[in-house]
């Protein structure tokens, strides 16, 4: 379906950008006098792509991949529509790098992407900060 809306022609769109943009999947912010002015809406642009990039999205989120992930971290911290539309926009950002280099290839970074960039020192930090919150008081010892 993504390719009968766009096509395989990606000389078009000169960035991924580009092509979200055609999308309705690039968010807009309108300011005056520096006040912004709206909710973030994602502007004009093609209905049938963006509907078909967000049932990718919802798709994708149930599954335990790198995008599946995405989703679930983003909905976690700020709703399930914004995770569409950003899992959408990575949909279409590895579209447009599918097509328009032939030598690329998919690779997925996995659920556990993320979670084995974080390093010790936060990962310790953080789990300190929690136990605390729960009420004990952490005293850290290494191991001899």
């Known amino acids: 379906m993504i390719l ?30 520096g006040r912004k002015k709206g909710r973030s809406a994602t502007g004009h642009g093609n209905p049938y792509l963006a509907r078909v990039l967000g049932e990718a999205a919802v798709s994708a989120g149930k599954t335990n991949t790198f995008l599946g992930e995405r989703y679930r971290r983003i909905a976690r911290r700020r709703g399930k529509k914004r995770a569409i539309v950003a899992v959408g926009r990575s949909i279409l950002t590895i579209v447009w790098h599918l097509l328009s280099d032939p030598n690329a290839r998919f690779i997925d970074l996995g659920a556990d992407f993320h979670d084995t960039r974080i390093g010790p020192e936060r990962k310790k930090r953080n789990h300190v900060r929690q136990l605390e919150a729960l009420g004990y008081r952490v005293i850290l010892e290494p191991i001899a």
């Open 4 to 33: 009968s809306e766009i096509g395989l022609d990606m000389t078009r769109f000169p960035t991924a950008g580009h092509l979200a943009s055609c999308a309705r999947f690039a968010l807009t912010t309108k300011k005056s006098a």
